[in-house]
């Protein structure tokens, strides 16, 4: 099941540039919460954050706190550790290419210990079918590779990949920003039915999209959270003008 | 800005919809103009717009549904786009409000007058004004002004329910009148329902410029939900 995440007075740099600043935020669990605006605000940044995948940066620098689960992630955690419950999803599908469809799924499993043939296909083929992809490969899985695959597949594969070590917190970082509308309908159908499992956080630059799969959605702008609300108030009638002029396309 | 085309688009569809409701505006005055001095030629003029102001709730609706569809307006935009499709179809029902009083006005020419007990210029004196009001709130996105208008309705609606009972009683009493007495009713309905569209638009005046839904105000916390109704 999901988790809740509650960040206090978190701020992050990048060298000396101070890309996010005192943001503040409670996001539920088994919900879906997009995160929108302009390059540059800091979304994305906020959401490596969330799996401490920032500091990986040896310039980046993280202060506050962000509490998983109520697991302070950043006292009381591992990275390695962070990461299996936190997964996370790229814009662009990445699958190891050189690895079969099944290896694909398998790989996070195996580095976590997972030996058994028989929980292994178990998991392999619950993990594809919670993403929607176990119809379209189950008679290829060790045949394919991963990288043969339509990015559509290969996008609903490295989130079957994420699903495989059975996480809390879902990050999708502009998921279908490069797959076609019939594979981004059935990526946000996905996140629809995944959200009653997981907690997701998605940063999208495609506000409908937000508007469909969102409950809530954050605005930021220039490393400031400036709104957080239900995405109905947000895309009907913001509180703050800035939310406003970015979604309605007059800056941005 | 961004979406400068976009932004042009909005702003047409408003010059569109200021036409309509100029016209719209126009052919209410002309039926009370009409009514006052029985001028049958001003009847036609009702008619002639009543069929331009047909025309254009099409054009109107049109424009909106592509602003809808092709540029996915959200929040203020969003707002503005539904607003324009309701007041447009509020508008449309003026004209024809304003072809039933000058319908009424025409019939009128065959019957000898008559001194009816209700004020009907005084009434139709303070839907025109209501009109004109809840128009200027939409032209200069004024929602305070909006408000103002949504007391206003109350008035109308008791000088309606005065002339119901009025009339009803000079056509029971004075049976000679009664068709007179049942035009004259007619007229004060269709006033009626002209300050009704007025409230209307003032209302989504209010929601178009602050996000607020003020329909059904005094009702809506006693009325039973739909939703767990057999």
């Given at each position: ?95 190891f290419p050189t690895m079969s469809i099944y290896d694909n799924v ?147 | ?230």
């Amino acid at each position: 099941m999901g988790v809740s995440i509650e960040v206090t007075n978190l701020n992050a740099w990048y060298g000396t540039n101070h890309t996010l600043q005192e943001i503040n935020l409670n996001i539920p669990a088994n919900h879906a919460t997009a995160l929108i605006g302009p390059s540059g605000c800091g979304k994305s940044t906020f959401v490596r954050c969330l799996n401490r995948m920032h500091e990986t940066n040896p310039i980046a620098r993280v202060t506050g706190t962000v509490l998983i689960g109520g697991l302070d992630i950043y006292a009381d955690a591992k990275p390695v550790e962070i990461r299996r419950r936190v997964g996370m999803v790229f814009q662009r599908p990445n699958p190891f290419p050189t690895m079969s469809i099944y290896d694909n799924v398998a790989a996070g499993l195996k580095l976590n210990g997972y030996s058994n043939h028989h929980v292994l296909d178990d998991i392999v083929e619950k993990s594809l079918k919670n993403s929607a992809l176990w119809e379209e490969v189950k008679d290829e899985l060790k045949k394919k590779s991963g990288a043969s695959l339509s990015g559509g597949q290969q996008q609903r594969l490295c989130i079957a990949r994420a699903l495989a070590v059975d996480p809390e917190v879902l990050l999708m970082d502009e998921p279908a920003s490069a797959l076609d509308p019939v594979s981004t309908s059935k990526i946000e159908d996905l996140i629809f039915q995944l959200k009653s499992q997981y907690t997701i956080v998605i940063v999208t630059h495609n506000m409908q999209q937000a508007a469909r799969v969102a409950e809530k959605t954050g605005f930021f702008l220039n490393g400031r959270m400036v709104e957080f609300d239900s995405t109905h108030k947000i895309f009907t009638n913001p509180s703050d003008k800035r939310t406003e002029d970015y979604i309605t396309g007059r800056f941005g | 800005m961004t979406r400068i085309r976009f932004q042009q688009s909005l702003e047409e569809l408003k010059e569109q919809l200021l036409v309509m409701a100029g016209l719209a505006e126009q052919s209410i005055q002309r039926a009370i103009e009409a009514y006052r001095v029985r001028d049958l030629s001003i009847c036609n003029l009702v008619s002639i717009s009543e069929m331009a102001i047909n025309r254009l709730e099409r054009e109107i609706d049109q424009a909106a549904l592509d602003l809808l569809a092709m540029e996915q307006p959200m929040a203020v935009d969003l707002r503005f786009i539904l607003s324009v499709i309701k007041i447009n179809a509020d508008l449309e029902r003026v004209g024809d409000a304003a072809k039933t009083i000058s319908d009424r006005v025409r019939s009128m020419e065959q019957m000898a007058q008559a001194d009816l007990p209700v004020d009907i210029p005084r009434m139709a004196e303070l839907a025109a004004e209501m009109v004109r009001k809840s128009l200027q709130s939409f032209i200069e996105g004024d929602a305070d002004l909006a408000r103002s208008i949504l007391t206003m309705d109350d008035a109308v609606d008791a000088m309606n329910r005065a002339a119901y009972k009025a009339l009803t009683k000079v056509m029971e009493e004075q049976s000679h009148l009664a068709p007179q007495a049942l035009n004259a009713l007619m007229i004060s309905r269709a006033l009626e329902r002209v300050a009704d569209h007025a409230t209307n638009i003032a209302e989504d005046v209010i929601f178009w410029v602050q996000g607020d839904d003020v329909r059904h105000h005094k009702s809506i916390k006693t009325a039973p939900d739909p939703h767990v109704m057999g």
